[in-house]
T-cell receptor, first 114, second 113 residues
Framework: DAGVTQSPTHLIKTRGQQVTLRCSPKSGHDTVSWYQQALGQGPQFIFQYYEEEERQRGNFPDRFSGHQFPNYSSELNVNALLLGDSALYLC?????????????FGPGTRLTVL | GEDVEQSLFLSVREGDSSVINCTYTDSSSTYLYWYKQEPGAGLQLLTYIFSNMDMKQDQRLTVLLNKKDKHLSLRIADTQTGDSAIYFCAESSIKAAGNKLTFGGGTRVLVKP
């Protein structure tokens, strides 16, 4: 059973560009959350998708947007990249029906903005 | 609002016990978690505890929760060099609008042989 997968592994962009990161959830999971982890810090919640809708959002600007597809996979889009967007972007999946809200994380996409 | 705090660093000798501490502010926290992150990797869920429990044991791991003081700890018995990593505590409160995790800044654990 494959766990959470993310692509690409690493990405280098320049300021002002746009980027799309992808995530496939663990089998049987229908909820996908995205987190940003800056170097030396804990992950910060960006948003969560369920039933193809964004249902919760953290304190991130509108430059950060996402999408969830019918097969539960998800994309994170960041427009007008800033140097401060350089971070590890983590995707986590969970089944909606669980009571414990266990979220399982992928290996992350390391984004470097030059 | 939600805030989670952890000490930055812990050094421990191989074979000793490690205790990592965490405090949180959200009194509506429903679940509290411990995650492990090794260099260049994602987060691995180690264990979690429901807010109406005081203690949970899982092999070498013991979680203690003091809900009154909003204090969570993770004890690792017989610490091994493979336990060297960054440990994050996190909390979530189940809301109709979603169940995001709020993380602390992480505690770097160094196990010395």
């Amino acid at each position: 059973d494959a766990g959470v997968t993310q692509s690409p592994t690493h990405l280098i962009k320049t300021r002002g560009q746009q980027v799309t990161l992808r995530c496939s959830p663990k089998s049987g999971h229908d909820t996908v959350s995205w987190y940003q982890q800056a170097l030396g810090q804990g992950p910060q919640f960006i948003f969560q998708y369920y039933e193809e809708e964004e249902r919760q959002r953290g304190n991130f600007p509108d430059r950060f947007s996402g999408h969830q597809f019918p097969n539960y996979s998800s994309e994170l889009n960041v427009n007008a990249l800033l140097l401060g967007d350089s971070a590890l972007y983590l995707c986590a999946s969970s089944p909606e029906t669980t009571g414990s809200n266990e979220q399982f994380f992928g290996p992350g996409t390391r984004l470097t903005v030059l | 609002g939600e805030d989670v705090e952890q000490s930055l660093f812990l050094s421990v000798r191989e074979g000793d016990s490690s205790v990592i501490n965490c405090t949180y502010t959200d009194s509506s926290s429903t679940y509290l978690y411990w995650y492990k992150q090794e260099p260049g990797a994602g987060l691995q869920l180690l264990t979690y505890i429901f807010s109406n429990m005081d203690m949970k044991q899982d092999q070498r791991l013991t979680v203690l929760l003091n809900k009154k003081d909003k204090h969570l700890s993770l004890r690792i018995a017989d610490t091994q060099t493979g336990d060297s990593a960054i440990y994050f505590c996190a909390e979530s409160s189940i809301k109709a609008a979603g169940n995001k995790l709020t993380f602390g800044g992480g505690t770097r654990v160094l196990v010395k042989p």
